[in-house]
């Protein structure tokens, strides 16, 4: 689940890096770990564990409780999938609502699960609006939302919430990606979740609403297919060996994480706080430990990314950190939109296939690399079980763009949720 705290970014350089050199000292002691622990369960995916069966939640007489009026929808720049022009035209008896970007790991997941009530709910007074509310640029532009939404597969209407003012609107601070809203035909909101999971809870919900709203559902049966869950061995862990929490590249995350006072920022080095948009030297300390980035190399800090600086003979240019986790997801772009090459390795080795993303290749020598030739995130690594390790990314490119890291615990590996 990405989190957008909606705090203001550090206009003082300086400040972020004084503030940033005593950070980083500090971290070497136990309270950077305890601020990293209870940021991390801040920022996990949400993943139900067992509850009541969809037939249960069903013929509940329960009713959803009524968490008031649903907010408009404002300041919509366009919509996909509609000639629809505004939510009265598009919504029916029981409207979803879920607020998403396509490079969110999390929102994707959640995409089969809405397809399938797509499915089977559509013809029976449902109907699902994707608000897209783009947390990096290349998230913003509409061309890249409409060829995302045809490789993912969405077929509901999109709303393009361009300047985020519903986003904020709706979710005040902090706001979340993806935040769920089931909504009824007077237009209140009698559901609300964050993240991933509650998918049997949420059918239920949508049930009950419409069988309240005159639909017969007896033939249709619920969905008992059973949810993705955490990986044991990722729970109840200290915070230096748990699930590494979403890490981001660009000085806007970072300084606004320093500036909070509560959560350590991403990237350990002095010299990334000097300004943004500013080339650095940075030389690898040698020890990651888990939950931060580290650089060697020359690089570009950007509000929302890190740009390689140089082109390079080798690959002595590179972006490292350890990593607990079962699945690993990179949102990365070519700065010039021409396709390039991002050397993968794992502890310093080629990836074996069985533990790497589908988005990674193989050449004939058998090193592991990813083709980055769109704006999108890209699956690195897909384990079946819980570990720590080192990640590494190079590239000879001097347009290689980085923008975040979101980490998956699930038994098994990762999830199916669709393409792209």
């Known amino acids: 689940m990405s989190i957008d705290d909606g705090s203001t970014r550090a206009r003082y350089p300086w400040v972020a890096r004084v503030a940033a050199i005593g950070f980083i000292v500090a971290t070497v002691g136990l309270l950077a770990w305890t601020a990293i622990g209870s940021d991390s ?5 949400d993943v139900s564990g067992t509850g009541p069966s969809g037939d249960e939640i069903a013929n509940s007489i329960e009713l959803p409780p009524d968490l008031g009026p649903m907010p408009e929808l404002v300041d919509i720049s366009g919509w996909l999938n509609t000639d629809a022009t505004n939510f ?14 396509f490079g969110c790991s999390n929102c994707k997941a959640t995409l089969p699960h809405l397809q399938e009530l797509y499915t089977k709910r559509h013809d029976e007074g449902l109907e699902i609006i994707g608000v897209h509310a783009h947390e990096f640029d290349h998230e913003r532009e509409p061309d890249n939302v409409a060829e995302a939404v045809d490789d993912l597969g969405v077929v509901w209407p999109v709303a393009l919430d361009t300047n985020k003012t519903s986003f904020v609107q709706w979710q005040g601070s902090p706001r979340y990606w993806p935040r769920t809203y089931v909504i009824d035909s007077e237009n209140r909101i009698r559901f609300d979740h964050i993240g991933e999971g509650a998918y049997e809870v949420t059918e239920g919900k949508i049930r009950e609403l ?30 230096s060996m748990g699930l590494t929490r979403e890490l981001y590249a660009g000085t806007g995350r970072n ?11 991403y990237v350990l080095h002095s010299e990334f706080y000097e300004g943004t948009d500013i080339d650095a030297l940075y030389q690898d300390p040698g020890i990651h430990p888990n939950h931060f980035l580290f650089l060697n190399g020359l690089w570009t800090n950007t509000e929302d990314s890190l740009v390689h600086a140089r082109e390079t003979e080798g690959y002595e240019d590179y972006l490292v950190l350890q990593f607990f986790a079962t ?30 993303g589908v ?14 030739d769109e704006s999108r995130m890209y699956r690195v690594v897909d384990m079946d079980v819980f570990d720590g390790h080192e990640l590494k990314l190079s590239s000879t490119s001097p347009h290689m763009e980085v923008f975040a890291f979101t980490f998956g615990a699930y038994q098994g590996g990762e999830p199916e949720s669709g393409t792209g």
């Not at 369960?41 to 995916?45: C, G, K, L, P, T």
Request: negative net charge; hydrophobic residues 40%; aromatic residues 6%.
């Open 327 to 356: 699945s690993v997801h990179v949102v990365m772009a070519s700065t010039n939109s021409e396709p390039l090459d991002v050397r993968i390795t794992i502890d310093g080795e080629p990836m074996l296939p069985e533990r790497a």
């Open 255 to 265: 300084y606004s994480a320093l500036m909070s006072q509560t959560t350590p920022p």
């Open 41 to 45: 369960e801040a920022d996990s995916a």
């Open 359 to 372: 988005d990674v290749k193989f050449d004939e020598d058998g090193n592991s690399y990813v083709r980055v």
């Open 210 to 239: 419409l069988s309240e709203a005159g639909f017969d559902l007896s033939m249709i049966a619920p969905n008992t297919d059973a949810e993705p869950v955490l990986d044991v061995d990722s729970m109840g862990v200290e915070a």
């Open 88 to 101: 009265d035209e598009v919504r029916s008896e029981v409207t979803i609502v879920q607020f998403w970007t």
